[in-house]
């Protein structure tokens, strides 16, 4: 079946798939930790129990769980625990101050998804997740060894959670992966940290702002390429944080920073675009997937003219556009007006300008640095290395530095040989390598947790 | 006859003669002493059985890293009669023949040529090249991709694919009375053997020279000639194999003795300043010249000082004598004195320093491997391990695991820390003796250490490093975690052993005014202590 909307109108740009940024979003966008209850909520498949209103005396009345709710039924149970009634507040100062009680199990998390001012934008990047989550759900529940305190409040919180039902709306992702490499790296990764959930849950914000990012970047690098079909992992180097970026690294300059900051600037234009084609009664496609169902049904080619033409006078642009009669050449006409608009000059250019800094801020600033006369660089800095190093040996015991460096690439993770020596010399220093000869090419790697 | 220093030379990486090609004998000064110097090793051995043994069908590996020493070992086996129409030899996997074609491309077709021809295959390969073969080889070779990877696994591979590795034959051996490295060892014995000797000769030539000779570089090859020297430098290879992970090859060892004679200074000023050999760079890390000690602190000041001191002076008029200059630095004598603190030499003034330089670390570690690598269940093992686990291993976790929560007694392990109280409980750790007599391992890199903790079995493989670690830890060092090498390793088991303690119906919760116990019974209530 044809994926086109029947009516195509000449509307305001709008975007509300693939992308968690917005136009009138500037910078600190996102609260992160909410970011991670999304997760939660997504791949546990849980949510609060609607809760009877305490300040509601006819008791119909729902509210949502609190944490203050939680607080109190935790209190009652062990008041009546405990033998030593004065023992509560002590527990109450170890659990209920700071971030303690999310530091228990990642369940915890889900009040971080309870409605607040931010909640809006931050469903957004939960949904980003939730594309690259697709249909995922933990088969077996991560649990880590509680002591019997911390046992106790997360069996008060038990109570109070209920399996969500699949068929709920924010469960089923609106739209069809636009990486399935990446979604299924992640689903994988995140299979593998559940089994270690101490570990999951002391990196989880590091986790998800990598993906965040890888995801950003190789999606942005992929939107120009839908005509070769499924997008697969683009040149993306980075270096390590202890390395000097010089000129002369050529795949450091060529495929770095340049390269993506370039690509950004297409992502507002081209979804919107995308989006505008589709009807959002059904899943949104990938652009990559909309011109493959278009070159199926040649016969369209028409429609997306007259809207390309109507498009081209709404805007008033003077782009040059090609009247092939195949419905391809058609979309790559619409996709050129879509980012003719915002270029220098129109009254719009500066919309997307922001928009790409706001990208660069919030999803890529941690692997952004300037180097001198090298200027902006992609960096990798220990923590997230050691964490992909984990990701990408996995279950495996270990991994030999040839293949490490091809599970890194398959995430869209290059370095180039430079950083590659660098890698050593790092797994060398943690001491989480064995090298079966100095011929530089038998090392393996192991994971650190 | 050659100046000494130039048929020294061969030793050297950069000479054309490290590396061996095909057709390369022409009898020269230099090939002499290349036969000269050659030593048969267990692997040449086991290579020779195998291909006398070997049918047309088979196919054998020499795998080794670059300058182990599978060329030096092929060519000998190519040109001899008897292999030379059986065999079909491919010295370096890692070449092609044409500019158009990659060496795996390369490798294909020598397996598709072998497979019509009636001779044995012989290829000299390293391991990481196999890991690429067994990657990006040509799907016909599927069977000996299969073997590669079930190689590469450690698992049995197909009778008639044949691999001999370097790596089965190690340099360095440990054993109950230490270590030994037989081809390091035979290599030295050689090059400074008394008679028949034909570097020997053009020593002895060069001395004749009287002003025109090169004073240093035989004052070095006479400090080498002493066995103790050789047992010296040996040790410090063994222990830049053991702390730093540096490999020794045959090509690297022969470059580093040529850079110890002929370098630019003194055979121990070049022994600890580093160069561009591997080895060198890696033992500069053990410079006795950067131990800390009153004793060495005040030579150095009173040699910079100038200040009278007469043992020391008869100590340098003996030196004189054996062709050295009087007026080094301190350094270059604390390294000196080092390189002799096995030997006697004059007035042995450089003996007092033996205390300073004394570093048992190599000694322990043997030892302690030794119990786990070959546990054999007397009394006396038992007893020694015990020891080790009761005085080192254990009290380094314990002291580690207890870093921040200085509070804790012995057997109580730190849990977790919530908003200022710490939580901990009652953990038994033993060493679990069983465990390590079935373990069958032995890596000389590391031993496996396996401990019971509660109820349950936890391994600890255990290197050099982490070993210096631990017995730095019970001397009160206190790593942090910023510093990132060993300590992930302890931090892995420290992780597993909260984990037990968490499980424990007993807590302690401390903090700056008191500590209270809190206890789960099985009627479902918890009892307080300590309010």
């Not at chain 1, 993306?236 to 993506?260: C, M, N, P, W």
């Not at chain 1, 180097?371 to 495996?396: I, P, S």
């Not at chain 2, 080092?338 to 190599?362: G, P, R, V």
Request: charged share 25%.
């Amino acid at each position: 079946m044809l994926l086109l909307k029947p009516e195509l109108q000449v509307k305001n740009n709008t975007l509300n798939s693939y992308f968690p940024i917005r136009t009138k979003d500037r910078y600190d966008i996102f609260v992160w930790d909410s970011a991670l209850g999304h997760v939660v909520k997504h791949s546990y498949r849980k949510e609060f129990i609607p809760f009877k209103d305490p300040a509601d005396p006819t008791g119909k009345k729902k509210k949502q769980f609190e944490l203050a709710d939680f607080k109190n039924a935790s209190q009652k149970v062990f008041l009546r625990k405990l033998d030593e009634a004065d023992f509560w507040p002590i527990i109450d100062k170890m659990y209920f101050e700071g971030n303690e009680l999310f530091k228990i199990t990642p369940e915890f998390l889900l009040f971080k998804t309870n409605k607040s001012e931010n909640h809006v934008r931050d469903g957004r990047l939960g949904s980003m997740f939730a594309s690259l989550l697709q249909d995922f759900v933990f088969t077996d529940k991560p649990h880590s060894q509680l002591n019997f305190l911390e046992q106790q409040l997360y069996d008060v919180l038990s109570l109070h959670l209920k399996s969500q039902d699949v068929a709920t709306g924010d469960l089923v992702s609106k739209e069809a992966p636009y990486l399935p490499f990446m979604a299924n790296h992640f689903q994988q990764d995140l299979k593998f940290l559940s089994k270690r959930p101490k570990y999951l849950l002391s990196i989880f914000k590091d986790f998800l702002r990598l993906y965040a990012h890888l995801y950003t970047a190789q999606l942005a690098l992929n939107l120009k390429d839908w005509r070769s079909g499924e997008p697969k992992p683009k040149l993306h180097y980075f270096i390590l944080d202890s390395e000097k970026a010089s000129d002369e690294r050529t795949l450091v300059k060529s495929y770095g920073h340049k390269q993506l900051s370039a690509a950004l600037w297409s992502i507002f234009p081209y979804l919107a675009m995308n989006e505008s084609l589709q009807d959002n009664k059904n899943q949104i496609m990938p652009i990559w997937a909309l011109a493959q169902n278009l070159a199926e049904h040649p016969t369209c080619a028409e429609a997306l003219e007259s809207y390309a033409a109507d498009f081209k006078a709404n805007r008033q642009l003077n782009t040059s556009i090609s009247n092939s009669q195949d419905p391809l050449d058609q979309l790559q006409n619409l996709l050129r007006l879509s980012a003719a608009q915002f270029s220098r000059g129109e009254s719009r250019s500066d919309i997307n300008l922001q928009y790409v800094k706001s990208t660069e801020s919030e999803l890529c600033s941690h692997f952004i640095q300037s180097r001198g006369r090298a200027g902006r660089v992609m960096v990798f800095n220990q923590d997230y290395l050691l964490l992909l190093t984990n990701l990408a040996v996995g279950e495996k015991e270990k991994l030999r530095f040839h293949e490490l460096i091809l599970a890194f690439e398959s995430r869209g993770v290059f370095f180039d040989k430079q950083s590659q020596q660098a890698l050593i010399t790092f797994y060398e220093r943690i001491g989480n390598v064995e090298r079966m000869s100095d011929s530089g090419d038998a090392v393996y790697v192991f994971k650190t947790i | 006859m050659q100046r000494f220093k130039s048929v020294l030379s061969v030793l050297s990486k950069s000479s054309p003669y490290a590396v061996r090609t095909l057709n390369q004998n022409d009898d020269s000064i230099e090939d002499r002493i290349k036969d000269y110097l050659f030593i048969t090793t267990d692997i040449e051995r086991a290579f020779k059985e195998a291909l006398i043994n070997a049918t047309e069908d088979d196919i054998i590996f020499l795998c080794g890293s670059s300058g182990d020493g599978k060329s030096e070992i092929l060519t000998r086996y190519c040109e001899m009669a008897m292999f030379k129409d059986r065999c079909v030899f491919h010295l370096d996997a890692t070449h092609s023949f044409s500019p158009t074609a990659n060496a795996i491309q390369t490798l294909d077709e020598l397996f598709e040529q072998n497979l019509s021809s009636d001779k044995i295959l012989v290829v000299g390969i390293n391991v990481g090249m196999l890991g690429n073969y067994a990657q990006e080889g040509a799907e016909q070779h599927n069977e000996i991709k299969s073997s590669i990877k079930s190689f590469l696994d450690g698992s049995t591979s197909q009778a008639n694919h044949l691999f001999l590795d370097f790596e089965q034959f190690p340099k360095f051996i440990l054993g109950q009375q230490g270590y030994t490295a037989e081809f390091v060892k035979a290599l030295f014995q050689k090059l400074t053997a008394p008679n028949n000797n034909i570097i020997r000769d053009h020593f002895e030539h060069e001395k004749t020279l009287l002003k025109a000779a090169d004073k240093q570089l035989c004052a070095n090859y006479e400090l080498l000639s002493d066995e103790a020297v050789q047992d010296t430098v040996i040790e410090l290879l063994f222990k830049a194999r053991l702390v730093k992970d540096q490999f020794l090859t045959a090509r690297a060892l022969l470059d580093f003795i040529f850079h110890l004679l002929a370098g630019p200074a003194y055979l121990f000023d070049n022994l600890f300043t580093g160069s561009d050999n591997e080895l060198a760079s890696k033992i500069v890390g053990f410079d006795p010249a950067n131990i800390r000690t009153q004793h060495i602190d005040k030579f150095i000041l009173s040699r910079s000082l100038g200040l009278p001191d007469h043992d020391f002076e008869v100590f340098v008029e003996a030196l004189a004598l054996k062709g050295f200059t009087t007026s080094l630095q301190p350094e270059s004598y604390l390294r000196l004195f080092y390189l002799l603190k096995n030997t006697e030499f004059a007035n042995n003034y450089h003996q007092s320093f033996s205390d300073d330089f004394q570093q048992q670390l190599i000694k322990k570690y043997a030892e302690i491997w030794h119990l786990h690598c070959h546990f054999d269940g007397s009394d006396e093992h038992k007893l020694a391990l015990r020891q080790y686990y009761k005085d080192v291993a254990i009290t380094a976790i314990h002291k580690y695991n207890n870093r921040n929560a200085p509070k804790l007694g012995k057997g109580e392990f730190f849990i977790s820390e919530h908003n200022g109280f710490q939580l901990a409980a009652d953990l038994e750790l033993k060493a679990h003796v069983t465990q390590i007599a079935e373990d069958k391992e032995a890596k000389t890199s590391h031993f496996n250490t396996y401990f019971k903790v509660g109820k349950r079995v936890v391994k600890l493989p255990t290197n050099i490093n982490l070993l210096s670690l631990m017995l730095r830890i019970v001397e009160g060092y206190r790593p942090n975690k910023h510093d990132k090498n060993t300590v992930v390793l302890l931090d892995e088991l420290v992780e597993q052993i909260a984990e037990v303690a968490n499980g424990s119906d007993t807590l302690h919760i401390l903090n700056k005014n008191g500590r209270y116990k809190i206890t789960n019974d099985n009627f479902d209530e918890f009892e307080v202590s300590g309010l």
